[in-house]
């Protein structure tokens, strides 16, 4: 059969290169957003008279029943029609006749595939969002659990200073956040519909677009018809979005990897997310974290194909543009499936305090403390800064911590050490005392959880 848009070619192709055209293996997922745009469509052209009233109707009952049909399973996309807006209108004309040629009055597939990758994408926008959300909830909940476990803070992996478990939780929560704003933001510009620029120049026909894009719940249509079929910006915004938030996601898969590993063992992983060994019994992996943190380079790469697929394509369509579906297709599949496994393994986590507790106890993470505590007595910091220095040393020489080392020793180094110096530097003390706006004490992880939770909430 020759093809539908056979004109002044006989349409009749090669079977291969039939195959290599061909998008419909991948774009067969946008039909509902195809079908609800044509029905639009075939409204505005009624409205606009032209279109008859009958013909409107028609259309519109042809295009419902292939809808209802492919949605119970009655209907089956044909793989061999060239993409799904070919297969639709094939379809219709199928059931209703001649009527269904005057649907692609008034449009092309430009605006057409444009029109309906930004409606595929907003769902997915509302989507990821709300898992993004669940997987906060579960880090502000684990957070409010543990606002007073201690455990190291680090800093090039080395022990640094003091922090609550809960406060190093509430960070990536704070970061998921601004993923749940980016994906907002990138759905307010997507949300404009391109329908109406038709192949590149707009149309002779007196349409009407803002009825056509009302109709759909778009917030606007694109003011330039070439910029409306052309750019995808609004896909590789996406990618950017969803790219950061694995970032966000790989770097708390790393530490949850680490946090598991028998060298930490500040956490233990239910065993519905671990998985063992075929030839060591004793272990349990994190492959759930590890995944995750794969997979952010499957989601970087889709960011990567799509700019390099559109930097140098002159306006308007070209069939490069094709590509864009897959690489953000399967970036929101593997943002969906990774958001999904890994807010139950946050939450099902036994977090070992203990564990925890005893590596802060060593590694002198007080030892700013300490400084600070001869700063309150008159010693300029950088003075203070070398004694805690040599004190430390001092420890380390002798097999001592901070917290044991008797006070005659410390008066060596200093005359400005008292007993009261002990209080100081006791780990709790050292956390509580962060009471600066976004510190560690527990009031402000407190805070955190609370300005978390009213967003999640109203935001
Ligand atoms: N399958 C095409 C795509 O995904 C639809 C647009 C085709 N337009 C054209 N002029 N060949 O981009």
Same mark, same amino acid.
């Given at each position: ?29 946008? =039909?509902?957003?195809? @079908? ?40 089956? @996309? ?91 939780? $509430? ?36 349409? /009407? ?11 606007? @249509?694109?003011?330039?018809?070439? /910029? ?100 953000v297709f399967d970036a929101c599949d593997t943002v969906k499936m990774c958001l999904k496994v890994f807010a139950p ?23 700013? /403390? ?25 420890? $380390? ?16 180094? *200093? ?28 009031? *402000? ?5 609370? =300005? ?8």
């Open positions: 059969m020759p093809k539908m848009w056979a004109g002044v070619t006989a349409g009749r192709t090669d079977p291969l290169a039939d195959d290599f055209n061909s998008s419909i293996r991948f774009d067969s997922r946008m =039909y509902r957003q195809d @079908i609800k745009g044509s029905i639009a469509h075939a409204a505005m052209l009624t409205k606009q008279g032209i279109l008859t009233q009958g013909e409107g109707d028609a259309l519109k009952e042809g295009l419902t029943g292939i809808l209802k049909d492919l949605e119970s399973g009655a209907l089956e @996309i044909d793989l061999s029609c060239e993409d799904i807006h070919m297969f639709v209108e094939q379809e219709l004309t199928r059931r209703i006749g001649d009527t269904g040629k005057k649907l692609h009055t008034a449009r092309s597939r430009n605006d057409q595939v444009a029109q309906d990758l930004r409606m595929y994408l907003r769902e997915e926008c509302d989507e990821i969002a709300a898992l993004i959300k669940a997987l906060i909830k579960a880090l502000a909940d684990q957070a409010e659990a543990h606002k007073a476990s201690i455990m190291p803070g680090y800093t090039h992996l080395q022990r640094a200073q003091p922090v609550s478990f809960g406060h190093h939780l $509430m960070a990536y929560a704070m970061m998921l956040l601004r993923d749940l704003d980016r994906l907002s933001d990138c759905k307010k510009r997507m949300n404009i519909s391109p329908i109406g620029s038709c192949a590149l120049a707009g149309t002779t026909y007196d349409t /009407d677009r803002r009825m056509e894009a009302e109709l759909l719940g778009f917030d606007g @249509i694109s003011l330039n018809s070439m /910029d409306g079929v052309s750019d995808r910006d609004f896909a590789v915004e996406l990618l950017g979005v969803l790219s950061i938030l694995m970032m966000h996601l790989s770097r708390l898969s790393e530490e949850i990897i680490l946090w598991a590993s028998w060298e930490f063992k500040f956490i233990d992983l239910s065993d519905a997310y671990t998985t063992g060994s075929s030839i060591m019994p004793q272990k349990r992996n994190a492959d759930m974290a590890e995944l995750v943190r794969g997979k952010a380079g499957r989601v970087f790469g889709g960011l990567m194909g799509l700019l390099t697929v559109l930097k140098g394509l002159p306006l308007a369509y070209n069939k490069d543009m094709q590509e864009d579906k897959e690489g393994m946050l939450a099902s986590m036994q977090v070992r305090t203990d564990n925890m507790l005893r590596a802060a106890q060593t590694g002198f993470i007080n030892a700013t /403390d300490l400084a600070d505590y001869l700063v309150r007595k008159g010693l300029p910091f950088r003075s203070a800064y070398k004694i805690s220095g040599q004190v430390v040393a001092r420890c $380390m020489a002798e097999g001592q911590v901070l917290e044991t080392l008797p006070i005659e020793t410390y008066r060596e180094f *200093s005359p400005l050490f008292d007993e009261d110096l002990y209080g100081e530097i006791d780990l709790k003390t050292c956390v509580d005392k962060r009471v600066s706006e976004g510190g560690t004490s527990e009031a *402000s992880v407190e805070k955190q959880i609370a =300005y978390v939770r009213a967003v999640l909430d109203h935001g």
